[in-house]
């Protein structure tokens, strides 16, 4: 297991690699360290040789419980200089964790706050125990969540964003899936089993068309309506049919087998 001590990672024979916010005693609440942890494994992991997905977890009780108040009140005194810098540092986590090139699974139980939405907005798939609890706080605190407003706007859209950023109110998992903010519901111990099946899906994906398919999503929500990109996904399209891994995916579906890419427990 690698990482700083605010963000643990490893990855299996099977290229699935799990990271762990590890900030209990404070429900991985985050601070610069968490932060940079964020920002440093996600980047690393980019370059994990036969990386497949990556499954996202909170140690302890919470998934994570949005800022740390001590280290928010610590910014308020710190120079202007350091103080920006934190907020791009912030962005640039969650950049990278949305704009992160293999599939990404989150697995929310207990609270999820603040930032710790955004965590969970910017993973591709997300699956809530049926007791998490949720909010987007920071008014409440007499702050904004400038950092993952255009992602929120983006995941469930400007209307439900606005509800719950505004009012700051808690809501439950019930109403995150309702919302499109989850996918998936589960008793309160269900999480691994529910975490192993949709990762069986993601290892029958073929890894470079699944990728691709990631980097498209990303690309038709910025720009939908270009000619460049309706030619891109034309050529995509044919060009994939091409590709070594249509091939295998073909025969192996023929053939009545798992393709070559899938990797046995």
């Known amino acids: 297991m690698t990482g700083n001590d ?10 699935v690699a799990s990271v762990t916010l590890n900030r ?3 429900g991985n609440a985050y601070d610069g360290a968490l932060i940079d942890g ?6 690393r992991l980019t370059r994990e040789p036969g990386l497949r997905c990556v499954v996202l977890r909170g140690a302890g009780r919470h998934f994570q419980a949005g800022a740390d108040l001590t280290f928010l009140r ?29 599939p990404t699974l989150a697995l929310i139980h207990g609270g999820c706050f603040g930032g710790g939405i955004g965590i969970a907005a910017a993973c591709d798939i997300a699956v809530a125990a049926e007791d998490a609890v949720f909010a987007i706080s920071e ?20 209307r ?31 999480l691994d089993t529910a975490a192993a099946e949709i990762v069986e899906s993601l290892l029958a994906a073929a890894p470079e068309a699944a990728a691709m398919t990631k980097q498209l999503i990303a690309e ?22 091409y590709s070594p891994e249509a091939a295998e995916g073909l025969a192996s579906f023929a053939e009545r087998r798992r393709p070559a890419w899938y990797r046995t427990p």
């Open 24 to 26: 209990p005693a404070v």
């Open 74 to 102: 610590y910014l308020r005194t710190a120079p202007p200089e350091e103080n920006l810098d934190f907020s791009r540092r912030t962005l640039a986590a969650i950049d990278g964790l949305r704009h992160f090139p293999h």
């Open 139 to 158: 008014v409440r605190w007499g702050i904004t969540a400038a950092p993952i407003i255009p992602l929120l706007v983006d995941r469930i859209g400007s």
């Open 160 to 190: 439900a964003s606005g509800r719950l950023a505004l009012t700051g109110e808690r809501f439950t998992a019930v109403e995150a899936l309702r919302i499109g903010l989850v996918h998936r519901l589960c008793a309160a111990d269900g």
């Open 38 to 43: 964020l920002i440093d494994t996600f980047d």
């Open 220 to 241: 038709a929500v910025e720009t939908p309506d270009s000619q460049a990109f309706r030619e891109r996904i034309v050529s995509e399209a044919a060009a994939r049919r």
């Open 6 to 15: 605010t963000v643990l990672d490893e990855v299996d024979a099977r290229g």
